[in-house]
């Protein structure tokens, strides 16, 4: 199948040079880590990532301006790109909370997960060109002691807002009426950026104008920015986006492979990543038992978050393998120091004793051993990497057979051959439950709201409200209302389905799952 970008906008022009710039405000006495980690573009902004995720700011704005006013989100006059961002999930939040700490953050422009960098052509014409980063996915809402959401966002949780689907499709949408009325758009660049020196309007009326015209006719067979579905509110389609880019079927298996965005801590616990623990280090026993987290455990698994550039970014595998030095520097760090968030709410310490007991006869040997001390956090010691197969677990399958031979063979036959290796597991490797409070909705597919729910099989809803959404506090996960930023999330759709780990629960009562439910908060 011929490979379907997001984003085509190559830019014919040599002479070019690139230029790192901050275009977003942090705390001064912020971690020089946690402002590498939310700053840096990972060097996805270049020619190769224009074809695929990038796109000049310039196209941006105006694209999600146009779309905007065309659904009604904002007034026909208005220019609040900020509001068209936040139907997207992207946030612009008053402060950064890292290991319980809280910095002051401020963009004029750009939402938290999204980058910039200056592009400067041998005209002298410089382009600021835009492209998702890691924060977009592993940034989560702060929750009040009531489950009511603040305007701060916690860095290291998984996103309960970021829409994917929602973004490439508004941004899709809004570059049709771009190509189809580029005075129009002129006009609201010229309005948004009124320093825009002559040299770069030339730049934009004639080079990045024809490839905007190529970008839409390449894409007028599926008028989608993708074949696929990019997944919902802290839903994701990482595979199929892998395969898109390196030009593989992406129907080939599924298409339809969502995951749930995971938190980031205890990640060094891992000895594969993804749910189905598909990438591992060459040469490495990829569900061995890790009871200490060392330096190079957190570089495997920095390494291997390097290919994930290719998908969520845009990168050649060549250029995410050359990019393996920065993603260590840059994440490695942030997985040695990140801690996740207390439970915001009261934990009953009884309840959750008997939780413990629980939790250590029957869920232990999948999930790990924990170290309490009756106190608000446990601490992982030891994590086995137990693959559970399909015929054991009964859960969606979609994700696994989402990684085909195709995309094992591709990446065998590139430069990530001896570094890399793909696993086809067909099953699912017993997920971390580090900070599970955070991290609803549950099972690998995010097809069930609360916990309570999620230990209760048959009260599992089929359909329910994911996307800006509060925290449920006795039941555990969340309580969301159909309103801006939300939509339904349907059980009955490929990829979505909500069984398995059913047996499990079977010989718990009512009180045990209770019990147990109190335990969990404190991961």
Avoid at 79 to 94: A, I, M, N
Avoid at 263 to 271: A, K
Avoid at 281 to 297: C, M, Y
């Amino acid at each position: 199948m011929k490979k379907i970008s997001i984003l085509h906008l190559g830019l014919a022009l040599t002479g070019l040079l690139f230029h790192n710039l901050s275009f977003a405000t942090l705390s001064l006495n912020a971690p020089k880590e946690l402002k590498y980690f939310i700053e840096n573009d990972f060097d996805s902004i270049h020619m190769q990532a224009l074809k695929t995720h990038a796109v000049p700011v310039k196209i941006l704005l105006p694209s999600l301006i146009l779309e905007g006013r065309s659904k009604g989100w904002i007034a026909e006059d208005s220019f609040d790109y900020k509001e068209v961002f936040k139907r997207s999930g992207l946030t612009y939040p008053q402060n950064i909370i890292f290991n319980a700490k809280s910095y002051s953050w401020k963009s004029e422009l750009l939402p938290l997960g999204l980058v910039q960098k200056e592009m400067g052509f041998g005209i002298k014409a410089n382009v600021k060109i835009a492209n998702l980063s890691c924060v977009a996915c592993h940034s989560g809402s702060q929750y009040d002691q009531n489950g009511k959401k603040t305007n701060n966002q916690i860095i290291g949780a998984p996103s309960d807002t970021f829409n994917p689907e929602m973004y490439v499709t508004t941004l899709y949408e809004g570059m049709k009426k771009v190509n189809q009325n580029w005075a129009r758009a002129t006009a609201i660049m010229n309005q948004l950026f009124p320093d825009t020196n002559l040299k770069e309007k030339l730049l934009y009326k004639t080079i990045i104008r024809l490839q905007v015209r190529s970008y839409m006719k390449a894409h007028a067979s599926i008028d989608r920015a993708t074949p696929f579905l990019n997944g919902g509110p802290g839903l994701t389609n990482g595979v199929a986006s892998l395969k898109n880019v390196l030009g593989l079927d992406v129907f080939e298996g599924s298409a339809s492979g969502f995951t749930s965005i995971p938190s980031i801590g205890d990640r060094g616990f891992r000895s594969s990543l993804l749910y189905d623990g598909v990438y591992s280090i060459a040469h490495k026993d990829s569900q061995r038992e890790v009871q200490t987290v060392t330096n190079q455990s957190i570089d495997d698994i920095s390494t291997v978050v390097a290919l994930f550039t290719v998908p969520t970014m845009g990168q050649t595998t060549a250029r995410a393998y050359k990019n393996i030095s920065t993603v260590k520097e840059i994440v490695g760090p942030i997985l040695k120091i990140y801690k996740t968030p207390d439970f915001p709410g009261t934990i009953i310490k009884e309840r959750a004793e008997r939780g413990f007991a629980i939790y250590n006869s029957s869920c232990l040997q999948c999930h790990g051993e924990y170290k309490w001390d009756g106190g608000k956090k446990s601490q992982l010691i030891s994590f086995p990497n137990k693959l559970v197969p399909q015929n054991e677990m009964n859960s969606d399958a979609n994700r696994w057979l989402a990684v085909t031979l195709s995309l094992s063979k591709n990446l065998e036959n590139s430069v990530w051959n001896d570094t890399l290796q793909v696993n086809h597991n067909k099953g699912y490797i017993a997920p971390l439950l580090e900070g599970l409070w955070a991290t609803a909705p549950y099972m690998h597919n995010g097809s069930v709201p609360t916990l309570w729910q999620f230990m209760r099989p048959d009260m599992r809803p089929a359909k329910f409200v994911v996307g800006n959404q509060n925290l449920e506090m006795n039941k555990v996960g969340i309580a969301a209302l159909a309103s801006f930023g939300s939509e339904i999330y349907d059980t009955s759709l490929a990829g979505r389905n909500n069984h398995g780990h059913e047996k499990e629960f079977e010989e718990l009562s009512d009180a045990d799952k209770d019990d147990l439910l109190e335990y969990l908060k404190t991961l």
